[in-house]
């Protein structure tokens, strides 16, 4: 009876605890595949990264050599095309171009035969690639030193114009104090009124309004060392009563122009001929009108080159 129940207990088909061992293995086998397949994976990647470098490589060295020498004719005739523009920019370059002998010319010359050459390799072309980047190179340089030299003749211009000014400021300022220093000066000015007698035979200086007859402008021009020998105009105006100018166009009166450039009525001009470096005493200069003098106070001016160089005053009675 107890073996019975022994087998009956050995035989069941289900044996609860030996389920989870076989689940554990079986994860761990998938995890396995996993890593394996994801390395496989990475590895097919970057083998055929490689692979495409290489094709990429063997491209470049087994182009068409025709169409790779089009390309470096293109880039030598459009580096050619900026040389030629930036010759006649600066005349050194131009000197440097056209010199054959030249390093620059040894350069353009040595391409040239490579790009015309029939049975060029893979070699050939790379050295005129090679001297082409040195061309253009030295075609960036020139552009460079281009730029450089158009900033500083620019620079140079403006510090010209600037110096232009200054000198016209200095030549102007020169002129306008030689000009200035040109002035005569008088001084020893006196006013002298004259009775005629005798027909004009006699002159008799008189203080009485009723007698005087002529007007005597009496001064000494002092020496000037600036103004030049020769003829000079000194312009008098004479003020009557309440400031009434003394006129007669039939007497010599007129208008001129001071230093503003204002309109300047003068009674009368007197024109002496001056030395440089001399004095002249006793200039005179006579005013007669028609009409009788006034009593009053009798005011001259004297302007020389447009600037008043002088006063006085006479008083009539």
Not at 52 to 66: K, M, P
Not at 234 to 263: C, H, M, P, R, W
């Amino acid at each position: 009876m107890n073996q019975e129940v022994n087998q009956t207990t050995n035989t069941n088909p289900n044996p609860q605890p030996a389920a989870p061992a076989r689940n554990k293995s079986t994860n761990k086998l998938l995890i396995v595949l996993l890593v394996l397949s994801l390395a496989g994976n990475a590895y097919l990647l970057f083998n055929n990264n490689k692979v495409a470098e290489q094709n990429t490589f063997l491209i470049t060295e087994n182009s068409d050599l025709n169409a790779a020498k089009d390309t470096l004719q293109g880039q030598y005739d459009a580096a050619l095309a900026r040389l030629d523009d930036l010759t006649g920019k600066n005349a050194e370059l131009d000197q440097m171009v056209k010199d054959k002998d030249g390093e620059l010319g040894k350069l353009k010359s040595e391409i040239k035969s490579l790009l015309t050459k029939k049975d060029a390799t893979v070699a050939d072309l790379k050295k005129a690639q090679s001297l082409i980047a040195t061309l253009r190179g030295k075609v960036k340089t020139y552009e460079e030193r281009i730029a450089e030299l158009e900033t500083a003749n620019t620079e140079l211009t403006g510090n010209n114009e600037r110096l232009t000014r200054t000198n016209d400021s200095v030549t102007t300022e020169a002129s306008n104090l030689k000009r200035l220093g040109s002035v005569l000066h008088i001084s020893n000015i006196r006013m002298e009124p004259i009775n005629l007698k005798r027909n004009g035979e006699k002159e008799v200086e008189t203080s009485r309004a009723r007698k005087t007859d002529i007007l005597r402008v009496v001064f000494d021009i002092d020496e000037n060392r600036v103004a030049e020998s020769g003829m000079q105009e000194i312009f008098v105006v004479i003020q009557g009563i309440e400031g009434k100018l003394l006129s007669n166009a039939a007497y010599g009166s007129g208008v001129t122009t001071d230093a503003d450039g204002n309109a300047l009525n003068y009674t009368i001009v007197k024109r002496v001929n001056i030395e440089k470096g001399q004095k002249m005493t006793n200039v005179s200069v006579d005013w007669k009108q028609d009409s009788n003098y006034k009593k009053g106070d009798y005011n001259i001016s004297f302007y020389n080159g447009g600037y008043k160089i002088g006063t006085g005053s006479v008083q009539l009675k």
